[in-house]
Each structure stands twice: as C-alpha cells, then as structure tokens.
C-alpha cells in the first residue's frame, strides 16, 4: 500500500495550489473506501482538510476549507487531488494524504486522523509574500 503525495511549494497568499497524491495497492473496488486530506501546521495536531468516497464521491470540508479547496479523484488513475486557492498564511502545513475502509459511506462525516488506516508521507505547502 502507497499513499505517495506531490505538488506542494511556496505560494504567495491569495495564490492557488494543487496537491495530488497517488494511491496504489488498495482495493478500491470492494468496500466503503475514503481519502481524505489532513493538515499539520508546526507545532498543531493535525486536522482534516477535506475527503471524498472512492465510489459514490460523496466529500466533506473543513469550514476553513469549503468555498475555497476542492477535493477530487481520478479512479483510472488512482489519484486524488486538492486545489487550492485564497491561499492564507494560516494554510501553511504539512499536507498528508490518508485512506481507509469506513463502515458505510455516512461515515464520512465523522472521520479524524484516528480513523485513517494508510498514511503518505506529507508534503509541505507555504503561504508566505
């Protein structure tokens, strides 16, 4: 199992970004799949961004997420991405893409970095003039 992130950089504020991250090895055919976008600012626990349901798409945001992120997937390609724009100073985080297999779809609403079972590596995304 891989959960492999890329795209992240330095960005001015009020600029947009896109972050992806590429999975393989889960079956995504079988089961109530999510992936989902968490965040760790230094020194900050980390939080949810946004996810999306492997089959079906249902997503969910973060209030300082909506309106501004878009959470997508590719299932040919087996990838998921997150643009970004409005870019604030306080967006400045590692971006970690995470999975796992939830009871049913409705869950979705519920998830915290204690219900992801795969983890990427991170990458890290600046805000800053």
């Known amino acids: 199992v891989q959960l492999v992130e890329s795209g992240g950089g330095l960005v001015q504020p009020g600029g947009s970004l896109q972050v992806s991250c590429a999975v393989s090895?889960?079956?995504?055919?079988?089961?109530?799949?999510?992936t989902a976008w968490f965040r760790q600012p230094p020194g900050k626990e980390r939080e949810l961004v946004a996810a999306?349901?492997?089959?079906?798409?249902?997503?969910r945001y973060s209030e300082s997420a909506k309106d501004r992120f878009t959470i997508s997937r590719d299932n040919a390609e087996n990838t998921v991405s997150l643009q970004m724009s409005s870019l604030k100073p306080e967006d400045t985080a590692v971006y970690l893409c995470?999975?796992?297999?939830?009871?049913?779809?409705?869950?979705?609403?519920?998830?915290?970095?204690?219900?992801?079972?795969?983890w990427g590596q991170g990458t890290q995304v600046t805000v800053a003039s």
């Open positions: 999306i349901m492997w089959r079906g798409g249902r997503r």
């Open positions: 090895g889960l079956p995504f055919g079988d089961g109530h799949w999510v």
């Open positions: 995470a999975a796992a297999d939830l009871r049913d779809s409705m869950e979705i609403r519920i998830i915290t970095p204690q219900s992801m079972t795969h």
